[in-house]
């Protein structure tokens, strides 16, 4: 399978503890995309990556949120502190920046609970 | 910035029926519109999607038309099937943008056989 790839899909964790995910693109996409989705709301988006980069944070991205992109091939997504307020689907999604297209394809997300 | 408004909420069709899904934009330099797909527990899948240079496209069963003037666009799905029930998104972006989508806020459609 050479979509992309997010680990773990389930997280719980009490309130106040940090957690990370972590996103592996299709292997050929130099962006890198992270979103947040929760319950019957389509996905917000936090950052994106150009290779290494991290070319654009949204205001949802508070100061306890920290992404990055080491080598311009998988991707981190940091929380510490959590809150409840942070429970939902985190998404990456990647793409190529080749010709005109902006196809993002995304992966199956990971489900924070934060007790 | 770009907001993307969709409607409706949710849509019930019986089988075999046509289902229509509506989006409007605000923002004018929006030059890519894509549609997603998403059932319980997955990520998005990408559908279909349309350019500002276009007015229609369509593959198989479903065809997405876009109006630039009124800044809308729509899903229309023919000869629905029970597959077809998920939840739809439809999304718009500007390339010199960095290609960031902008989601509506998504439409459960249900398929009664």
């Known amino acids: 399978d050479t979509g992309v790839s997010q680990n773990p899909r389930h997280k719980i964790t009490k309130r106040g503890q940090n957690v990370t995910f972590r996103c592996d693109p299709i292997?050929?996409?130099?962006?890198l995309y992270w979103y947040r989705q929760t319950l019957g709301q389509g996905p917000e988006f936090l950052t994106y990556?150009?290779?290494?980069?991290?070319?654009?944070k949204s205001r949802l991205l508070s100061d306890r949120f920290s992404a990055e992109r080491p080598k311009g091939s998988f991707s981190t997504l940091e929380i510490q502190r959590t809150e409840q307020g942070d429970s939902a689907m985190y998404l990456c999604a990647s793409s190529s920046t080749g010709g005109r297209g902006e196809k993002l394809f995304f992966g199956s997300g990971t489900q924070l609970s934060v007790l | 910035g770009e907001n993307v408004e969709q409607h409706p909420s949710t849509l019930s069709v019986q089988e075999g029926d046509s289902a229509v899904i509506k989006c409007t934009y605000s923002d004018s330099a929006s030059n890519y519109f894509p549609w997603y797909k998403q059932e319980l527990g997955k990520g998005p899948q990408l559908i279909i999607d349309?350019?500002?240079?276009?007015g229609e496209k369509k593959d198989q069963r479903i065809a997405v038309t876009l109006n630039k003037t009124a800044k809308h666009f729509s899903l229309h799905i023919t000869e629905t099937q029970p597959e077809d029930s998920a939840v739809y998104f439809c999304a718009a972006s500007s390339y010199n943008q960095g290609g960031k989508l902008i989601f509506g806020q998504g439409t459960e459609l249900s398929v009664k056989p």
């Open positions: 349309i350019r500002s240079n276009v």
């Open positions: 292997s050929e996409h130099n962006r």
């Open positions: 990556f150009q290779n290494e980069a991290q070319l654009e």
